[in-house]
């Protein structure tokens, strides 16, 4: 039997992204979007109904989004629907679906902000700003300067590493960028 997992969310983000780093260096960025329905009754009441969904972010895509991405930013992210199961520390079984992100694009175009923007225009994707840490949450400056930083925080003779930043030129009107994460398809010709 065929099956198939696809999902495509468009919402605002319900908190600030979270970066960390698994064992192998690579990033991670947990995020929760929430999404509303609205619709009128039979007796022309007004209801709003709104889904909160936890994410998933893998890769150099997962630096970015942390980056740019803040509370109450509207983005269209795509991927696949998966369980976590775990044991909580008092031995219950515990799980959620998550969605575990392969692309996703940053909307809203130059404006006016919105609310829960922070002030700013929507469009208006600069740079978070985050304390200087290292791989893994350890302080930068402490030892703990990664490699491919070029030595931010500390004295590493590592090539400086390739990071993103949008274009200063100008902003586009509708899309800020897309990120695909995952992995590439072959055309079948």
């Known amino acids: ?33 929430a999404t509303n329905e609205r619709w009128r009754d039979k007796d022309g009441n007004n209801h709003e109904d709104v889904c909160f969904i936890d994410c998933k972010l893998f890769g150099r895509g997962a630096e970015v989004f942390c980056q740019y991405m803040t509370k ?14 775990w044991t909580s520390q008092d031995g219950e079984k515990k799980s959620k679906h998550r969605v575990f992100v392969e692309n996703f694009t940053f909307l809203g175009g130059q404006g006016g902000g919105g609310p829960g923007d922070g002030g700013q225009g929507e469009g208006n994707y600069a740079p978070r700003s ?12 402490r030892g703990a300067s990664p490699a491919g930083r070029g ?8 090539p400086a590493r390739n990071t993103y930043a949008p274009p200063a030129e100008a902003e586009p009107a509708y ?5 695909n994460t995952g992995p590439r398809e072959e055309p079948p010709f």
Not at 175 to 179: G, M, N, V
């Open 175 to 179: 899309e800020e960028e897309s990120f």
């Open 130 to 141: 985050r304390p200087a840490t290292g791989r893994g949450g350890a302080p930068a400056g």
């Open 72 to 85: 109450g930013r509207p983005v269209l992210v795509e991927g696949k629907l998966k369980l976590d199961q």
């Open 1 to 33: 039997m065929a099956s198939y997992n696809r999902i495509i969310l468009v919402g605002n983000l319900t908190r600030d992204p979270q970066l960390s780093y698994l064992p192998s260096q690579t990033p991670v960025c947990e995020f929760g979007i």
């Open 151 to 158: 030595g931010v925080g500390g004295a590493s003779s590592a």
